[in-house]
């Protein structure tokens, strides 16, 4: 039998046959994998499809929920103010709906997952963060203000009689105390985004929204405070005793001005009294000085310990007080004091503004009254003019002027005590008068002092109240004068970018001495100095402090472009400069102060003293490098 070989045609069409099988195989097989690789693919961009659809449609939830809830707001202030308690209730069911839906929109788990996709992710999360946020203002801060708002007795938190009900602070209290710690955590939680990854359609709302909650939480933090320690302040636990430093800003100090006139108020249980008036004349020079902080006094000399028209050369109110108080108790001007408060001219026109005007009863005013064009009754439209500029042209006598400085302060606080003006307008002069960092107040007593340190009322160049990018632009007068009332300033901090990374950035101050041309004649001695203290009569001297933030460098100093020898020194960790400028009638000059390797992120903050002139005029909005990083 005859054997096949494996090479013979037999045997080549069988192995043809079984490789066309197999491949046949193999082919059908590449078929059914493309169809479902097809089929998958089909499906994931359906579902990318659907799923960009849903998120398009959850974002315009989102955005319409949001502006509604944001539009709701003004609403809502008007009615609270407006007595509207039902309407307000309404609103605020609305406001809560808005910010609900949002919320849920941005909880779903599509958009978590997308949150969790590179590159655009960030934006998803960062949206959702902002409507948490606005979802816990709503039911967490808005509502308990609503329900505190509308259970208030308003007339019985202002004067009436001398007196002022504590009851309804102390009922207030909790509600005013957790919205605002809603507000400050809600704005921390925002504050940590990193905005770098961001689209402008995300990052601009997101600016938008923390500089809103910034605001907000200074605001309810002063007020929850107020609310948490003026019962005891106001003697719910006993007599308090609270020395009133009446700031002159004719001569500027850094904390507004230079305390010529004092008076002492005394609580009792809600009940207030004018204990006690006087005249920084009154408190004799201390030698040796008293004992102040080292680095302040290496700033500002010992006279912080020597004369209590100067305890506020330093910005930092609470050293002032201290000092202060140490000089009028140990010259037995009067009872212990248990707290120090400051208020300048600005202040009084504030308060006249809701009470109306005051008719000055005061027979030492009245004889003055008699003797010159002086007024018979102060307003808000001329308590200003008056007490800075008109009582040194009408009266001669520098002590009879403080006495007449302190006289009107105590009718204007009599007013106020009273019940003079309706009480909304009152509780507004005062937040006014906080707000425009012209009412400062300090406490004797630890526990409430621990809780005004963190509010602007404390008037802190350090502490718990004073942190991230703070920067602060102060003056002291050098004349030994009243010129201080000719000056017109604007300051403004402009931030630049550093090699290394670090924001750098000038304090720019511009002033003019707006005297008249024959000021050294024209204008009363005691105004203009008089050469005393070897400036030439109509000219102003003015020292310039400048501090920046913590571990911050201090860099250089140039007035008019030209650079100037700049005094540099510390004060708790702050780089602070001082520099000086002498400007004679219709001169300017602009001064810069340059600090360096600015390691904060948070939002710059500008502090300035308060002068006569209102913030809004004085301070010019910042100048950004748009290549600087911008602190989120």
């Known amino acids: ?34 169809i479902h690789v097809a089929l998958v693919v089909a499906i994931l961009i359906l579902v990318a499809a659907l799923s960009a659809a849903w998120l398009a449609y959850r974002a315009d939830q989102i955005k319409t929920n949001l502006e509604a809830s944001m539009a709701l707001l003004p609403t809502l202030q008007a009615q609270l103010v407006a007595g509207e308690g039902s309407a307000a209730q309404a609103t605020l069911a609305d406001l809560e709906e808005s910010t609900a839906q949002a919320r849920s929109a941005s909880t779903d788990p599509v958009w978590k997952a997308a949150a969790m996709l590179p590159l655009v992710g960030a934006n998803f999360s960062a949206v959702a963060e902002i409507a948490m946020s606005a979802d816990d203002v709503a039911s967490r801060a808005v509502a308990p203000l609503v329900e505190t708002f509308n259970s208030l007795n308003w007339d019985a938190l202002t004067p009436s009689d001398g007196r002022i009900e504590l009851g309804p602070l102390q009922e207030a209290s909790p509600g005013l105390t957790t919205a605002a710690n809603t507000v400050q955590l809600s704005y921390a939680r925002l504050a940590a985004i990193d905005s770098t990854p961001l689209l402008p359609e995300v990052s601009l709302p997101l ?18 405070s107020a609310a948490e320690v003026l019962p005891s302040m106001l003697g719910a636990n006993g007599p308090r005793n609270y020395l009133i430093l009446i700031q002159n800003s004719a001569e500027v100090r850094a904390t507004g001005g230079i305390s010529g006139a004092l008076a002492v108020i005394r609580a009792d249980d809600g009940v207030i009294e004018l204990a006690a008036q006087g005249s920084a004349g009154d408190i004799d020079a201390f030698r040796p000085p008293l004992t102040v902080d080292p680095e302040q006094e290496r700033i500002y000399t010992e006279r912080l310990g020597i004369y209590v028209q100067d305890v506020n050369l330093t910005p930092d109110f609470p050293t002032a007080a201290m000092t202060a108080k140490a000089m009028w108790e140990a010259r037995n001007m009067g009872p212990t004091i248990d707290g120090v408060v400051a208020i300048d001219p600005v202040v009084l026109a504030n308060i006249l503004n809701a009470t109306g005007p005051v008719e000055l009863e005061d027979p030492l005013v009245q004889e003055l009254i008699s003797q010159t064009d002086l ?111 000719y000056v017109r300033r604007t300051a403004q901090l402009i931030q630049t970018c550093q090699v290394d990374g670090y924001s750098q950035f000038t304090l720019k101050e511009t002033l003019t001495n707006t005297a008249p041309d024959d000021a050294a004649v024209s204008l009363p001695r005691y105004v203009t100095g008089g050469g005393v203290f070897g400036v030439e009569p109509g000219r102003i001297k003015t020292n310039h402090i400048a501090y920046g933030p913590a571990q911050s460098l201090l860099l250089s100093a140039r007035i008019n472009g030209e650079e100037v020898p700049l005094g540099s020194f510390v004060h708790a960790s702050r780089p602070v400069g001082v520099v ?11 001064v810069e102060i ?4 600015v390691v904060q992120e948070s939002e710059p903050h ?13 301070v010019l909005p910042m100048q950004r490098d748009v290549s600087c990083r911008s602190g989120g």
């Open 207 to 224: 600016g938008e929204v923390k500089a809103g909650l910034s605001e907000a939480s200074v605001a309810l933090n002063s007020v929850s």
């Open 606 to 618: 500008l502090a300035v003293t308060p002068t006569i002139q209102s913030a809004e005029e004085m």
């Open 1 to 34: 039998m005859r054997k096949t070989s494996p090479l013979s045609p037999r045997s080549s069409v069988g192995v043809n046959e079984k490789d066309g099988k197999e491949r046949r195989h193999v082919e059908r097989k590449r078929r059914g994998i493309a």
């Open 594 to 597: 340059d600090f360096s390797k």
């Open 375 to 485: 007024p018979a009754a102060l307003a808000t439209d001329n308590v200003v003019e008056t007490l800075l500029s008109n009582v040194y042209s009408e009266i001669e006598e520098p002590s009879l002027q403080d006495d007449y400085f302190a006289a009107v302060a105590g009718e204007v606080f009599s007013a106020l005590a009273s019940g003079q003006g309706e009480s909304d307008q009152l509780i507004q002069s005062i937040v006014a008068s906080s707000e425009q960092n012209r009412l400062y107040v300090w406490s004797n007593h630890s526990d409430e002092q621990d809780v005004i340190g963190l509010t602007a009322l404390a008037g802190a160049a350090t502490g718990a109240s004073v942190g991230g990018a703070s920067f602060g632009l102060y003056f002291n007068d050098g004349t030994g004068a009243k010129m201080d009332y």
């Open 580 to 590: 000086t400028t002498e400007l004679g009638p219709g001169e300017s000059a602009t």
